[in-house]
């Protein structure tokens, strides 16, 4: 591409564009100073003619939106058409002389993109510009909320005149779009629902369902990772979700999960990694690595970690909505997969606490969120390659004696700055699943085995654990008794109760 920004092309690294334009704003950026990055989800192009089509992977302008061709017409342009794209930001940053910066700043200094460009170089690079404070203007946010999800309570900076809403630190800030999807499900209020689903139903049907949901989800949590658990594993970590929301995470936190998840530590040493981490496979022949994804460098865990707990925290305390809260802090985690084993689970856990902090889910009661990502296993680890895979591409790294891998090149931020929009809209459908399925499938479970219960012992005294017994056997044998169970566990009943019991089995389980 020329560095002429009137020069159409009909493709970008890659990427078709839907129609011949000239790629503008970020695109424009990482092209002209040969940026390593990801490319943006959507990126902008200016197109030919006045009535273009955009498209889910870009934008198209019009003519009269191009920019002017210069560091800070496109800048300007990123920032009012396609949001803060930290990632893209950070790496420009560091290949971009300071002055260069100023310049651009100083074109408009009182200028709301201006400021708000000024505010996140120093944000971001920790680094000073010599331009002076811009006098009487009213502040702006450094995120647009009608484009990006961000921190309704915000400090304002002085020095920039400009609102810090981004919900992390430099350390840790993923962040969201907000989507037609994202705010369709918004709109369904899925707390609320959740809520009036639980305020209609009896207390001791509640108890019982939870139990059953909680269990539910610490099992799919395991069978996710290809293990059958135990009973007594389940339990016991279907306990630790319970208790999710009640000790605030940290590293300290973090690595007394993962012991409870690695019960036989022998082959794994707990803690964080001390080397390099990938998750994929080794050549039969050679033992080399083949690696899905790399995960962040040993060296730079502790900062991602205590960023991903800080983002949390504020986010929640800034009024941040939960559930993309809940997203960008898992899905930032189990990229970075800070240990040896066990991060998925853990991964799965944030989803929990953070929703429990949050005060998202009626009292007592675990969304089974994992449940439903293993109902959609294949769709949940397409969402985790869609920025794995391109991100090895951007990777340098060899592979050690010990068949693991050492990332050469500086990484970090991939694993900070990520667009985490895919992984809310994927959280978001989990959790209005369990709200429209899950919930109330367990719900009307329970309130009809307490029926079928009730009116089976009018007719014959039976125990509790017999008619569970008996429901079980119905319902493997499709609502009737099998030969078997009438010639063994039921040959009491006589053949007139058989068939009242079918029939009220029918009648109460009839859904």
Sequence with gaps: ????????????????????????????????????????????????????????????????????????????????????????????????????????????????????LWFLFEWLTGRTLDVPEPGKVRAVSVLDKKQQFAMDDAPVSSRHKVRNNLPGTPAFCPLVWRSTALERYRGMLLAEQAREIIGRTHPDVVRRAAAFLLLEDSKASFQIEGEQPRPTRAARWGQIIAEAGTIPPSIEELERLQSVVIEDSRFVDLGLRKGGGFVGLHDRQTGQPLPDHISARAMD???????????????????????????????????IHPFEDGNGRIHRWFIHHVLAQAGYNPPGVVFPVSAVMFRQVEEYHRLLESYSKPLLQLIEWRATENGNVEVLNETADFYRYFDATLHAEFLYQCVADTVSHDLPREVRYLQSYDEFSRRVQEMVDMPESTIELLVRFLKQGGGSLSKRARSREFEALTQSEVDQVEALYDECFSE
């Design 301 to 335: 865990l502790r900062e991602l970690l205590d960023g991903a707990v800080t983002y949390l925290r504020r986010a929640l305390d800034g009024g941040m909505d939960p559930v993309v809260t809940a997203a960008a802090v898992s899905f930032g985690f189990i990229y």
């Design 1 to 116: 591409m020329s560095d002429d920004n009137s020069q159409s092309v009909s493709g970008f690294r890659s990427r078709l564009l839907p129609e011949s334009g000239a790629p503008a704003g970020y695109a424009w950026l990482i092209d002209r100073f040969g940026l390593e990055v990801p490319l943006p989800p959507r990126m902008t192009a200016i197109a030919e003619r006045h009535h273009p089509e955009s498209t889910d992977a870009w934008q198209m302008l019009t003519p009269r939106h191009a920019p002017d061709d210069s560091l800070a017409g496109h800048l300007e342009l990123a920032l009012k058409w396609e949001g803060v794209n930290l990632l893209v930001l950070s790496s420009l940053f560091r290949v971009l002389p300071d002055d260069e910066v100023t310049r651009a700043v100083q074109e408009k200094p009182t200028g709301a993109y201006a400021r708000r």
